[in-house]
Nanobody, 122 residues
Framework: QLQLVESGGGLVQPGGSLRLSCAASGGTLASYDIGWFRQAPGKEREGVSC????????YYGISVKGRFTISRDSAKNTVYLQMNSLKPEDTAVYYC???????????????WGQGTQVTVSS
């Protein structure tokens, strides 16, 4: 069974950058569409970005478009989320997920990681 592990979260000042990693075991990540989601306390899980396994096409939520970049390294069986120009409202637990459809909808994904905390604060 596919297992996902996120890493790279932490505390960063506004305007700073972080790169999150989603490493897979038990399967080939390139076979799945991968999504990044985030959830802040008291809020619903929000789609951040996703990447298609078929054509590599990428999609972004409105709040992160132009600041975040999703990419895939098939050799390392890892997907990344580069986050630039971070804002306090980006603070959340970030999750990666794998599934059959590259959509920013949580219920379309089958496998989930445990999440990594990102805190943007001065």
């Amino acid at each position: 069974q596919l297992q996902l592990v996120e890493s790279g979260g932490g505390l960063v000042q506004p305007g700073g950058s972080l790169r999150l990693s989603c490493a897979a075991s038990g399967g080939t990540l390139a076979s799945y569409d991968i999504g990044w989601f985030r959830q802040a306390p008291g809020k619903e899980r929000e789609g951040v970005s996703c990447i298609s396994s078929t054509n590599g096409r990428t999609y972004y939520g409105i709040s992160v478009k132009g600041r975040f970049t999703i990419s895939r390294d098939s050799a390392k069986n890892t997907v990344y989320l580069q986050m630039n120009s971070l804002k306090p409202e980006d603070t959340a637990v970030y999750y990666c997920a794998a599934g059959p459809l590259a959509l920013l909808l949580p219920n379309t994904y089958t496998y989930w990681g445990q999440g990594t905390q990102v805190t943007v604060s001065s």
